[in-house]
């Protein structure tokens, strides 16, 4: 079974502070992806990477970094949080670029 | 702009019944699609996907229809269980290109007992 973990489930962060949002898998998946979901908005990809230390650019990267050290491991900064990043962010992985995405359990981060 | 849409945000079924969620989209070079279900405090997991070379697949109660001609597809529920009450997405790529899944917005199922 395909795993993948996020940091935390639920973070309290305020304006300004830096924030770290971390993925893990365990499934030796080369691509992962950074999403955000939003009430009637879905699911909006911010960064995705499909291989050590490569990056690149969703639908909505504004605010927002990565970075991918190892393989397994994919993070999400955010430089200075707004409250209007708040959200719930979801991290997925997938084998190869045409294979379906595995989903973790998402952090709903509240920005005061 | 959004190039997969879901229009109900909700659709109430009774148990027993059959439930279909509707998906449309816009872009035409899309040749792969998924449906995902989510409950509340989870992440989204995988239900089922269906490729532009057919147009229907099905595993278990879950059937997904795809109408390339119309650019829309739906998963059908057969027969619905309270279980099944959770978010739907469905999503759609390009499988030549980057792995990226557009999204549709969701339509939140209520099985009814």
């Known amino acids: 079974d395909v795993k993948v973990t996020q940091s935390s489930r639920y973070l309290v962060k305020r304006t300004g502070e830096k924030v770290f949002l971390e993925c893990v898998q365990d499934?030796?998946?080369?691509?992962m992806f950074w999403y955000r979901q939003d009430p009637g908005l879905g699911l909006r990809l911010i960064y995705f990477?499909?291989?050590?230390?490569?990056?690149e650019k969703g639908d909505i990267p504004e605010g927002y970094s990565v970075s991918r050290e190892k393989k397994e491991r994919f993070s999400l900064i955010l430089e200075s949080a707004s409250t209007n990043q708040t959200s719930m962010y979801l991290c997925?992985?997938?084998?190869?670029?045409?294979?379906?995405?595995?989903f973790g359990p998402g952090t709903r981060l509240t920005v005061l | 702009d959004q190039q997969v849409k879901q229009n109900s945000p909700s659709l109430s079924v009774q148990e027993g019944r059959i439930s279909i969620l509707n998906c449309d989209y816009t872009n035409s070079m899309f040749d792969y699609f998924l449906w995902y279900k989510k409950y509340p405090a989870e992440g989204p997991t995988f239900l089922i996907s269906?490729?532009?070379?057919?147009d229907k697949n099905e595993d278990g109660r879950f059937t997904v229809f795809l109408n390339k001609s119309a650019k829309h597809l739906s998963l059908h529920i057969v027969p619905s269980q309270p279980g099944d009450s959770a978010v739907y997405f469905c999503?759609?790529?390009?499988?030549?290109?980057?792995?990226?899944?557009?999204f549709g917005t969701g339509t939140r199922l209520t099985v009814i007992p």
């Open positions: 499934m030796d998946h080369e691509n």
């Open positions: 999503a759609a790529s390009v499988q030549t290109g980057a792995n990226n899944l557009f």
């Open positions: 990477s499909y291989d050590v230390k490569m990056k």
């Open positions: 269906i490729s532009s070379i057919k």
């Open positions: 997925a992985s997938s084998l190869g670029t045409t294979d379906t995405q595995y």
